[in-house]
């Protein structure tokens, strides 16, 4: 796995926790979590844009949302007692399949 491809994982893992770490700010009302989630959400773009320099755009971008998208609603779905239907789950597997295939044809 290439730098840019370690940078862009790193960059969704921290946009998984900006995103969790946003819902507990309760709108940016408790300054523990908002510091939280705008230190991770400004590396988390940090990390991205180090890995464009290398990656195509459009593979980069979507790769960086899926994997926040996916790792936001299963987190949403252990930790915030969100539904975890049948349905949720497969369409998380839609987006981790496009993901790993954007990553294929990189």
Do not use: D, H
């Amino acid at each position: 796995m290439s730098v840019a491809w370690i940078q862009l994982l790193a960059a969704g893992i921290l946009e998984v926790i900006w995103a969790i770490t946003m819902k507990y700010s309760n709108g940016f009302t408790k300054p523990a979590p908002s510091a939280v989630t705008i230190f991770t959400m400004v590396l988390s773009f940090w990390l991205l844009a180090q890995a464009t320099k290398t990656l195509p755009i459009g593979t980069a971008y979507a790769a960086w949302v899926g994997i926040g998208a996916t790792g936001a609603a299963l987190l949403g779905m252990v930790l915030l007692n969100e539904p975890a239907s049948l349905g949720r789950i497969a369409c998380l597997l839609l987006i981790i399949g496009g993901v790993v295939g954007l990553k294929l044809q990189a």
